[in-house]
């Protein structure tokens, strides 16, 4: 059920941009997009709206999900905001220190916590473990094996580290980095992840770039997300939309709730939106 956090209709009625996350916002839990989500975003695409796909997934893992679009049509904001794509076309990247990214590593590789990297696109990890198979699974890439992942990284600057463990281990270890390093995010992502990436990108400054770029205004934007690596694009956009299945702070900073991933809430919305000045309630 879609609900309010400001007690009046909400209605936008010039949307040029619709910015949405992927896992736990565009697909269910099972990982599928749905044919009512697919649907929508292949009406939004056909009225001429800017449609950007923002994930911390790579450019290429997002491509392989939504390959029935064109290039022209292809918009994504990639590795939370490190590598940004308009019309088919990279027009920013963003890597970690190559000598920062090693000792994150080592730091991390130290108390035999899972980490892997992301190096021009490939998904890089030092063993073939049972979670780093789960993991390229899920992203639909090939691994990578270099061995030694830390010595890789010095001579391959990294778009992205991704930390894998439980909830409880990552809380811990991310006030650990963040004391320990300068000049890096480090964001929780679905629960089990913790994003490593420069910290002058997120995905609110992907949604400025691209704004930018199309000539369009911020406050004509819509933005759907669950996680935490969300939140910057939920409040540079002019509607930020929560799932309910989102965590507790993006569920606090957003302008509406609507139903979780498994409910088709981001096609619920947009539905609404598209209906041209029919407000929310």
């Keep these: 059920m879609i609900s309010m956090k400001e007690p009046r209709n909400w209605e936008l009625k010039d949307v040029r941009a619709v910015f ?46 939504f390959s029935g679009l064109d290039e022209r049509n292809f918009n994504a904001i990639a590795f939370n905001g490190s590598e940004v794509t ?29 980490i892997h990297a992301y190096v021009d696109g490939e998904l890089v990890f030092s063993e073939l473990t049972p979670a780093a198979e789960r993991y390229a699974l899920h ?12 010595g890789y990284l010095q001579e391959n600057p ?28 480090f964001t929780r992502s679905g629960g089990i992840y913790l994003d490593i990436t420069r910290s002058n990108v997120d ?24 996680s935490d690596n969300d939140i910057e694009m939920l409040k540079a956009a002019g509607l930020s ?9 993006v569920r606090r900073i957003a302008t509406v709730i609507t139903d979780s991933n498994d409910e088709n809430g981001f096609s619920k919305i947009m539905t609404k939106l598209l209906q041209n ?4 309630l």
């Design 20 to 65: 949405s996350d992927i896992d736990g916002t565009l697909l269910d839990s099972e990982e599928r997009l749905t044919s009512e989500n697919l649907n929508m975003i292949q009406e939004i695409v056909h009225r001429g709206i800017l449609m950007v796909f923002a994930s911390g997934r790579s450019t290429r893992s997002i491509r392989k999900l």
């Design 86 to 114: 308009l019309r088919g076309e990279v027009i920013s990247r963003t890597t970690l220190d190559s000598a920062t990214a090693s000792q994150i590593v080592r730091v991390v590789s130290e108390i035999n916590i899972h």
């Design 139 to 150: 992203t639909g890439l090939e691994p990578v094996i270099v061995g030694d992942l830390a």
């Design 158 to 185: 990294p778009i992205k580290l991704v930390v894998l463990s439980e909830s409880d281990n990552l809380s811990a270890l991310k006030e650990k980095l963040t004391g320990q390093f300068s000049g890096v995010s």
């Design 203 to 226: 995905k609110g400054r992907g949604l400025i770039e691209i704004c930018k770029r199309e000539g369009i205004a911020p406050e004509n934007t819509v933005a759907f997300g669950d």
């Design 241 to 249: 939309v929560a799932m309910s299945n989102a965590s507790q702070e």
């Design 277 to 280: 000045l029919t407000p929310l």
